[in-house]
């Protein structure tokens, strides 16, 4: 199986020294991540992907990806970070709970034989009695739906990865922080309204979320080698 993307010592994430060691046997794999393998499946982000990830075109923020890169740097980094936009919403980032022994952005690594599956849990807790796994997600009103359903699988496949590594899996969630506003009537910013989603971990659920991410990368990989046959 060939991916658009592969693990070299170029790779963003393998210059950053706390990932060195984890990468290290990995080096020279095709790998692939969540938001790969589920932009893949929804229309509104497919021809996107097949723009970046098959065509080489540069990645290209916006407004709402710029956002979400604010509201997790900030909770990363304990302490709210400029932006160009003017968001708005602090208050809401300052209630986000920062255990003292969390990790932010941990890397984990999931061999799937013919690929790599390669992420960053947003809140990691390690505990006597086993490993919290949090995702942080914004969106507006009704968008946390999407992370009640089976087939968000992200934190899943996290936790899975973890319990390789030989973890105990504790508890797994999503932090949904609700978003106002719009590219159309800006700025962005967060409401007050918080809630944490408990995301189901079992076998099952494993199970579906392997076997998604596995078709995802198999079409990915034959339409890039459709690509390359005709177009490179």
């Known amino acids: 199986m060939i991916l658009p ?23 020279g794999r ?9 932009a893949w499946g929804n229309p509104s982000y497919s021809g996107q992907l097949i723009r970046q990830k098959l065509m080489g075109f540069p990645f290209t923020t916006n407004v709402y990806s710029d956002f979400g890169n604010w509201v997790g740097e900030s909770i990363e980094r304990g302490e709210i970070q400029k932006n160009k936009h003017d968001f708005f919403g602090e208050e809401n980032v300052k209630k986000v709970v920062r255990p003292e022994n969390a ?4 890397l984990v690594l999931l ?29 507006g009103k009704g968008k946390e739906k999407e992370y009640k359903s089976k087939d968000y699988t992200q934190v899943v496949l ?20 609700e978003r106002t506003g719009s590219h159309i009537t ?34 990915i990989s034959e339409c890039y080698a459709v690509y390359n ?3 490179k």
Not at 9 to 16: A, Q
């Open 5 to 27: 993307s592969k693990i070299t010592e170029d790779s963003w994430f393998y210059k950053v020294d706390r990932y060195k060691k984890q990468l290290e046997p990995f080096l």
């Open 30 to 38: 095709y790998y692939i991540s969540y938001s790969t393998s589920s």
């Open 103 to 106: 990790e932010y952005e941990r």
């Open 111 to 139: 061999d799937m034989g013919d690929f790599v599956f390669l992420g960053f849990i947003d809140i990691f807790v390690e505990e006597e009695d086993g490993v919290f796994v949090g995702d942080v997600k914004t969106g």
């Open 158 to 177: 996290y936790a899975h990865a973890l319990e390789q590594e030989g973890k105990k899996i504790k508890k797994t969630v999503v932090l949904f922080l």
């Open 186 to 219: 800006p700025p962005l910013g967060l409401t007050d309204k918080q809630t944490v989603i408990p995301i189901e971990y079992s076998k099952q659920r494993v199970n579906y979320a392997l076997n998604k991410l596995e078709i995802a990368a198999r079409e």
């Open 229 to 231: 046959k005709y177009f």
